[in-house]
């Protein structure tokens, strides 16, 4: 059997800075841990920020389109939702904004009604951060913009420095299902511990459905998904020197209706070796080993609703989008 030798090289100026020395110690931790895995939070340098775009507008991948249909035709009660009563200017902070194309319908409304806030989008993704400045300058002139790069807990304290206002907290695209349950209620109790009674937050979820469904979403036929996974070892190879055969890697999907898990890896195709040079050791791929890369968890009702209590939210409101594939859940901090 051919092996393949894919090498590491760890030294280089470019490594002084601290989001490639992160990068670097979290592929290195997790290429040697068993079973292997990849941080998915990586995934989204500019190519995989494109390439979850496009994943985005394929036929098969329902949570874009179901979350818009929340965002585009309840806008009125979205914002109500996080308005009540409370008519103070506000900080609007959205966790993994992305382009915001779904946010923007909200950011819009409450422009168009007069309602003071600041929007601060909160990406790891600086290309993102970017774009988002330049985009949204033009399509909603007068938006107060502040954004800011880096991990979602740092930056939220960081926007708790910036202003005492009263903080509402997006986190949409069922980007909370990137964990397992357990670990999705102690990011839930974190964001909880980050606010202030009085503040909010409004979460996706994506519900059970059919299996098949659910599936399909993250085995495209376009082949998408599979290029969105394979793109970080092509990060890997570009920002740390390796050189990964991403030919010799495949994508494999699978979906847990029990559980609700729908989990993706990488496997490998051949018998290949991974040389780590400052640290003299090699990481040895068995033909059919897998690479763990992500999670995307799916919920009931239920168990959304035990989430919040556990964690010291109130429910103030669920939305549901037509299919009732999907909801926000819109929470006050108790």
């Not at 470019?14 to 997790?30: I, K, P, S, W, Y």
């Not at 496009?54 to 035709?73: S, V």
């Not at 506000?90 to 950011?107: R, V």
């Amino acid at each position: 059997m051919d092996t393949n030798t894919v090498t590491l090289s760890l030294n280089g100026s470019n490594h002084n800075h601290t989001a490639v020395n992160q990068f670097h110690e979290d592929v290195l931790r997790g290429l040697t841990s068993t079973p292997k895995r990849l941080d998915s939070k990586y995934f989204y340098d500019a190519i995989g920020d494109q390439l979850f775009q496009d994943l985005m507008n394929c036929a098969e991948y329902y949570p874009t389109n179901c979350e818009l249909d929340i965002f585009k035709n309840q806008t009125a009660a979205l914002a109500k939702s996080i308005i009540g009563n409370d008519q103070d200017d506000f900080d609007l902070i959205e966790l993994g904004a992305g382009d915001a194309m779904k946010s923007s319908y909200l950011l819009k409304y409450l422009l168009d009604e007069g309602i003071k806030f600041t929007y601060l989008p909160i990406d790891i993704s600086a290309h993102v951060i970017e774009e988002l400045d330049t985009n949204l300058a033009k399509t909603l002139p007068g938006l107060n913009f502040r954004g800011l790069n880096g991990e979602y807990f740092e930056m939220l304290q960081k926007a708790a420095t910036l202003s005492n206002k009263r903080k509402v907290v997006l986190f949409l695209g069922s980007n909370i299902g990137n964990m397992p349950v357990a670990e999705a209620e102690a990011f839930c109790h974190e964001l909880r511990n980050s606010l202030s009674p009085g503040d909010m937050a409004l979460i996706g979820f994506d519900l059970k459905k059919n299996p098949k469904t659910i599936l399909a979403a993250y085995n495209d036929g376009d082949g998408i998904t599979k290029k969105f996974n394979l793109n970080l070892l092509s990060r890997i190879n570009k920002e740390l020197g390796a050189d990964f055969k991403v030919e010799q890697f495949d994508h494999y999907p699978t979906y847990d209706p029990e559980t609700g898990a729908c989990k993706s890896y990488l496997i490998s195709l051949a018998d290949q070796k991974v040389h780590l040079a400052d640290y003299n050791e090699s990481i040895h791929f068995q033909k059919d080993e897998y690479i763990y890369m992500e999670i995307s968890q799916k919920f009931t009702t239920e168990q959304i609703k035990s989430m919040a209590a556990n964690t010291g939210f109130q429910t103030v409101k669920y939305l549901f989008d037509a299919k009732n594939w999907f909801t926000d859940a819109i929470w006050r901090v108790q």
